[in-house]
């Protein structure tokens, strides 16, 4: 039966079937289960006043199989698909503030665990969600987060990331939403016991001591024993626990052969290490992704699975949504949109010109348009000219 409901009077473990009234800009169209006093803080700060509620769902008791979360394009978001996808402008205003969430509970989860209090998990579990969700919307959003990052923000925005690339990946090897949601739950968990371990060795430019990597490995370790004492599923658990596991044998901690690792540890060790190496970090900036994908084929076989490998080529695409790219046109463009026919050509918008080292006027460019005669030249860094993506991206994308 649905009921309708002031937000005050919404309980943990009810399902919102739709949101009938809200104040301010802010979309929150996807149906699905409150699992926290927390979430509920959430939906109240984001402006909802009045929703329905389906009474005839209920979370599931700990001994129950957790169903699935609901398909959440909502009817009248249907007409707006193109490709079975909602267009990237639209996603992308809820994929920021799903990043900016993510982030907000990964400080907190990170602080809790540094002083020994237990970790939101049932936050997760909804943040988690709410990114694959998005990513069925249209991937792309989310992904174009992942390459708008802070370089002093790192251990946040890694476990963010990686889940997002989860995700991503998850949907493109056609697996079931549920399986998904326990993959990426796990990757944004996967290094959370990072805060173990001291920052100088966390933060070392330098190649790390003997000793200093057996404190560093201890992470996963400690990250285990932190979800132990939570309701985590079986499958988050692997995921985090076995992210830096090797099909030869040489990861850490438990040196596991490939025999022993399932496919979900396989694409966790491809995604963490793609995005580590893709990451700017405080005493370092990331490369370019078709420069860390080339590495990821160079030690598929003895670190990773080549044919997992590949398909994350074929799911990535060589310039990823949100990396920026040279123009043979002397322009600097940020890739907006991938297009499946001709992943080589994306559309892109342009900005920034190499010639005269400054900013152009912005214009939105298809390079699989035939009346196009522009195409891509290279990978770009931000840095090489002095761009600040950040800055560019909020004014353009993101204000209104
Ligand atoms: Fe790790």
Redesign the pocket.
Known sequence: MIETLDVDQLEPGMFVNSVLKQKGRKKIKTKGWVRTAEAIESLKRSGILVVTVDTDKRLPGEDEQEEPEEEPIEEDEEDEMVDGKIPIKKELIRAEDIYREAKVLQRKALSCLKSDLPIDVGSFIDIGGNMVNSVFRNHDALSFMTRIRSKDEYLLEHSINVAILMAIFGKFLEMDKQTILSITIGALL??IG?IKVPDEILNKPGKLTEEEFCEMKM??VHGRNALLEHDVDELTLEVAAF??EKLDGTGYPHALDADELSIYARMIAIC?VYDALTGDRCYKDGMPPVAALKILRKDSGPHFDTDLVNKFINCMGVHPVGSLVKLKSDKIGLVMESNKAEPLRPIVKTFYSTKFYRYTEIRDINLADPKISDDIESPAKAEEYKIDLHRFVNTVLFSS
């Open positions: 996967h290094d990072k992470h996963v992210h830096h963490d």
